[in-house]
Protein backbone atom coordinates (compact mmCIF):
# COMPACT_ATOMS: atom_id res chain seq x y z
CA UNK A 1 0.00 0.00 0.00
CA UNK A 2 1.21 3.48 -0.66
CA UNK A 3 2.00 6.15 1.20
CA UNK A 4 0.21 9.66 0.97
CA UNK A 5 0.88 13.01 2.21
CA UNK A 6 -2.41 14.18 0.58
CA UNK A 7 -5.31 16.01 3.51
CA UNK A 8 -8.32 13.88 4.05
CA UNK A 9 -11.56 14.88 5.24
CA UNK A 10 -11.78 15.03 8.80
CA UNK A 11 -14.07 12.29 9.26
CA UNK A 12 -11.28 10.07 8.88
CA UNK A 13 -13.21 8.17 6.24
CA UNK A 14 -10.73 6.81 4.24
CA UNK A 15 -8.73 3.42 2.26
CA UNK A 16 -5.42 5.74 1.79
CA UNK A 17 -3.10 5.13 4.43
CA UNK A 18 -2.19 7.98 6.41
CA UNK A 19 1.60 8.36 7.83
CA UNK A 20 3.52 10.95 9.06
CA UNK A 21 5.48 12.83 6.75
CA UNK A 22 8.66 12.98 8.51
CA UNK A 23 10.83 11.78 12.24
CA UNK A 24 10.70 15.32 13.51
CA UNK A 25 13.08 15.26 16.43
CA UNK A 26 14.32 12.96 19.39
CA UNK A 27 14.42 14.47 22.76
CA UNK A 28 17.18 12.99 25.82
CA UNK A 29 17.17 13.70 29.32
CA UNK A 30 20.37 14.65 30.27
CA UNK A 31 22.37 14.79 33.57
CA UNK A 32 25.34 17.57 32.14
CA UNK A 33 23.86 19.83 29.67
CA UNK A 34 26.85 21.47 28.63
CA UNK A 35 28.60 18.23 27.87
CA UNK A 36 25.89 16.68 25.88
CA UNK A 37 25.30 19.92 23.65
CA UNK A 38 29.14 19.75 22.54
CA UNK A 39 29.37 16.30 22.21
CA UNK A 40 26.05 16.56 19.97
CA UNK A 41 27.25 19.72 18.16
CA UNK A 42 30.73 18.05 17.16
CA UNK A 43 28.86 14.70 16.43
CA UNK A 44 26.41 15.67 13.87
CA UNK A 45 28.01 19.52 13.03
CA UNK A 46 24.83 20.98 14.92
CA UNK A 47 24.02 24.53 15.67
CA UNK A 48 21.59 25.38 18.76
CA UNK A 49 18.46 27.12 18.00
CA UNK A 50 17.93 27.73 21.48
CA UNK A 51 19.09 27.66 24.99
CA UNK A 52 18.75 27.88 28.37
CA UNK A 53 20.00 26.45 32.00
CA UNK A 54 17.43 23.32 31.65
CA UNK A 55 17.37 22.83 27.64
CA UNK A 56 19.11 22.92 24.29
CA UNK A 57 17.38 22.54 20.83
CA UNK A 58 19.98 21.57 18.26
CA UNK A 59 19.80 21.65 14.63
CA UNK A 60 21.80 20.64 11.75
CA UNK A 61 19.58 20.91 8.20
CA UNK A 62 16.53 23.66 7.96
CA UNK A 63 14.72 21.84 10.88
CA UNK A 64 14.12 23.89 13.86
CA UNK A 65 15.31 21.06 15.83
CA UNK A 66 16.48 17.82 15.43
CA UNK A 67 17.47 17.03 19.22
CA UNK A 68 16.41 18.65 22.01
CA UNK A 69 18.16 17.81 25.55
CA UNK A 70 16.62 18.66 28.71
CA UNK A 71 18.69 18.58 32.28
CA UNK A 72 16.51 17.18 34.96
CA UNK A 73 18.31 16.83 38.76
CA UNK A 74 18.56 14.17 39.85
CA UNK A 75 18.67 11.83 37.25
CA UNK A 76 20.40 8.50 37.50
CA UNK A 77 22.93 7.33 35.28
CA UNK A 78 21.76 4.40 32.07
CA UNK A 79 24.38 1.94 33.68
CA UNK A 80 24.32 -1.22 31.68
CA UNK A 81 21.80 -2.90 32.94
CA UNK A 82 19.05 -4.61 31.17
CA UNK A 83 15.85 -3.23 30.66
CA UNK A 84 13.42 -2.03 28.13
CA UNK A 85 13.45 1.17 25.95
CA UNK A 86 15.51 2.59 23.03
CA UNK A 87 18.65 1.09 21.71
CA UNK A 88 20.29 4.04 19.37
CA UNK A 89 18.89 6.52 17.01
CA UNK A 90 20.30 6.09 13.50
CA UNK A 91 21.47 9.25 11.32
CA UNK A 92 21.88 8.53 7.03
CA UNK A 93 24.50 10.14 5.10
CA UNK A 94 24.24 10.66 1.40
CA UNK A 95 27.35 9.07 0.73
CA UNK A 96 30.17 6.72 2.17
CA UNK A 97 32.85 9.46 1.48
CA UNK A 98 30.64 11.57 3.75
CA UNK A 99 30.55 9.57 6.06
CA UNK A 100 33.92 8.23 5.96
CA UNK A 101 34.73 12.16 6.02
CA UNK A 102 32.92 12.26 9.40
CA UNK A 103 34.38 9.28 10.75
CA UNK A 104 37.87 11.30 10.27
CA UNK A 105 36.82 14.64 11.59
CA UNK A 106 35.56 12.78 14.82
CA UNK A 107 38.46 10.46 15.14
CA UNK A 108 40.97 13.76 15.33
CA UNK A 109 38.37 15.37 17.82
CA UNK A 110 39.21 12.32 20.16
CA UNK A 111 35.47 10.37 19.62
CA UNK A 112 35.44 6.89 17.97
CA UNK A 113 33.24 4.61 17.24
CA UNK A 114 32.77 1.42 19.76
CA UNK A 115 31.36 -0.89 16.88
CA UNK A 116 31.59 -0.12 12.92
CA UNK A 117 29.57 -2.92 11.14
CA UNK A 118 28.75 -3.36 7.73
CA UNK A 119 24.59 -4.55 7.97
CA UNK A 120 24.19 -5.01 4.64
CA UNK A 121 21.38 -2.74 4.16
CA UNK A 122 23.59 -0.39 5.55
CA UNK A 123 26.88 0.61 6.02
CA UNK A 124 27.42 1.88 10.19
CA UNK A 125 29.39 3.25 12.63
CA UNK A 126 28.21 3.25 16.54
CA UNK A 127 28.98 5.68 18.76
CA UNK A 128 28.06 6.52 22.43
CA UNK A 129 27.92 9.89 23.31
CA UNK A 130 29.10 11.23 27.05
CA UNK A 131 26.30 9.45 28.94
CA UNK A 132 26.00 6.49 27.34
CA UNK A 133 23.27 6.92 24.46
CA UNK A 134 24.27 5.16 21.68
CA UNK A 135 24.47 6.87 17.81
CA UNK A 136 24.98 5.50 14.66
CA UNK A 137 26.06 7.06 11.51
CA UNK A 138 25.05 5.50 8.51
CA UNK A 139 24.88 5.12 4.59
CA UNK A 140 22.78 3.11 2.55
CA UNK A 141 24.71 0.07 1.02
CA UNK A 142 21.62 0.28 -2.07
CA UNK A 143 20.84 2.61 -4.44
CA UNK A 144 17.08 2.53 -3.48
CA UNK A 145 14.89 2.09 -1.19
CA UNK A 146 13.29 -0.51 -2.81
CA UNK A 147 16.42 -2.48 -3.29
CA UNK A 148 17.22 -2.55 0.39
CA UNK A 149 13.48 -3.14 1.17
CA UNK A 150 13.93 -6.61 -1.39
CA UNK A 151 17.34 -7.33 0.71
CA UNK A 152 15.94 -7.06 3.81
CA UNK A 153 12.95 -9.29 3.06
CA UNK A 154 15.36 -11.90 1.93
CA UNK A 155 17.12 -15.23 3.17
CA UNK A 156 20.27 -13.84 3.06
CA UNK A 157 19.20 -10.72 5.65
CA UNK A 158 17.08 -12.83 7.43
CA UNK A 159 20.54 -15.55 8.39
CA UNK A 160 22.28 -12.51 9.71
CA UNK A 161 20.35 -9.55 10.55
CA UNK A 162 23.13 -7.62 11.80
CA UNK A 163 26.35 -8.09 9.68
CA UNK A 164 30.01 -8.28 9.83
CA UNK A 165 32.37 -6.10 11.81
CA UNK A 166 35.03 -3.94 9.52
CA UNK A 167 38.25 -1.82 10.37
CA UNK A 168 37.23 2.05 8.66
CA UNK A 169 40.81 2.99 9.23
CA UNK A 170 41.57 0.75 6.64
CA UNK A 171 38.75 1.86 4.38
CA UNK A 172 39.58 5.73 4.58
CA UNK A 173 43.46 4.87 4.51
CA UNK A 174 45.45 8.27 6.54
CA UNK A 175 47.20 11.13 5.17
CA UNK A 176 49.60 11.74 1.64
CA UNK A 177 50.72 8.52 -0.09
CA UNK A 178 47.94 5.84 1.94
CA UNK A 179 44.88 7.59 0.80
CA UNK A 180 46.17 6.11 -2.97
CA UNK A 181 46.00 2.26 -0.79
CA UNK A 182 43.46 0.38 -2.08
CA UNK A 183 41.50 -2.34 0.77
CA UNK A 184 41.40 -5.84 -0.58
CA UNK A 185 38.74 -7.37 1.55
CA UNK A 186 36.41 -8.24 -0.90
CA UNK A 187 37.01 -6.06 -4.47
CA UNK A 188 32.85 -5.54 -5.52
CA UNK A 189 32.87 -3.87 -2.24
CA UNK A 190 35.54 -1.52 -2.93
CA UNK A 191 35.71 1.91 -4.74
CA UNK A 192 36.96 4.69 -5.32
CA UNK A 193 35.78 8.23 -4.21
CA UNK A 194 36.82 11.54 -3.12
CA UNK A 195 40.37 10.24 -4.16
CA UNK A 196 40.53 7.48 -1.60
CA UNK A 197 39.56 3.91 -1.82
CA UNK A 198 36.30 2.77 0.45
CA UNK A 199 35.95 -0.87 1.71
CA UNK A 200 32.74 -1.28 2.62
CA UNK A 201 33.99 -4.27 4.51
CA UNK A 202 33.53 -8.12 4.01
CA UNK A 203 31.26 -9.75 2.68
CA UNK A 204 28.68 -11.32 5.87
CA UNK A 205 29.05 -14.26 6.74
CA UNK A 206 26.06 -17.32 6.68
CA UNK A 207 26.19 -17.62 10.56
CA UNK A 208 22.44 -17.51 11.74
CA UNK A 209 22.27 -15.07 14.18
CA UNK A 210 20.10 -16.34 16.90
CA UNK A 211 19.71 -17.12 20.61
CA UNK A 212 22.68 -16.34 22.83
CA UNK A 213 24.35 -13.95 20.19
CA UNK A 214 21.97 -12.32 19.44
CA UNK A 215 20.50 -11.41 22.75
CA UNK A 216 24.36 -10.55 23.73
CA UNK A 217 24.34 -8.11 20.57
CA UNK A 218 21.14 -6.56 21.45
CA UNK A 219 23.22 -6.28 25.19
CA UNK A 220 25.92 -4.48 23.95
CA UNK A 221 27.94 -7.53 24.93
CA UNK A 222 30.79 -8.72 23.89
CA UNK A 223 30.46 -10.86 20.63
CA UNK A 224 31.30 -14.60 20.58
CA UNK A 225 34.56 -15.02 18.21
CA UNK A 226 33.25 -17.82 16.51
CA UNK A 227 30.57 -15.80 14.84
CA UNK A 228 32.36 -12.30 14.32
CA UNK A 229 35.39 -13.39 14.05
CA UNK A 230 38.48 -11.04 15.74
CA UNK A 231 36.92 -8.76 17.93
CA UNK A 232 36.73 -4.82 17.89
CA UNK A 233 37.67 -2.72 20.72
CA UNK A 234 39.00 0.76 20.50
CA UNK A 235 42.78 1.05 21.75
CA UNK A 236 43.79 2.62 24.53
CA UNK A 237 44.77 5.98 22.30
CA UNK A 238 41.01 6.21 21.57
CA UNK A 239 41.46 5.28 18.04
CA UNK A 240 40.03 2.35 16.72
CA UNK A 241 41.61 -0.86 16.02
CA UNK A 242 41.49 -4.69 15.59
CA UNK A 243 43.67 -7.31 16.40
CA UNK A 244 43.62 -8.50 12.70
CA UNK A 245 43.54 -6.99 9.62
CA UNK A 246 42.52 -10.47 7.66
CA UNK A 247 38.92 -9.19 7.25
CA UNK A 248 40.09 -5.34 5.71
CA UNK A 249 43.42 -5.01 4.58
CA UNK A 250 45.20 -2.38 2.90
CA UNK A 251 47.54 -3.39 -0.23
CA UNK A 252 49.13 -1.15 -2.56
CA UNK A 253 46.88 -0.37 -5.65
Known sequence: MSTTHQDVSRSGRTTKRVSPAK???????VRDLPAMRDWYKTM???EVTQESDML??????DEHHRIALVAIPGLEERGEVRRVGMDHIAFTYASVGDLFH???RLRDAG????????????LSLYYRDPEGNRIEL???????MDEGKTYMRSDAFKTNPVGVVFDPRSCCGGSGPEKQRRP????RHCRRERHRWICCG???KSEALTGSTLIAWLNGEPKSANFWGEAWAPSATRHASVSSAANCRSDSA
Open 111 to 122: IAPFWPINHGVT
Open 23 to 29: LAHVVLR
Open 138 to 144: QVDAFAT
Open 56 to 61: CFLTYD
Open 102 to 104: TYE
Open 202 to 204: CKP
Open 184 to 187: SCAG
Open 44 to 46: LQA
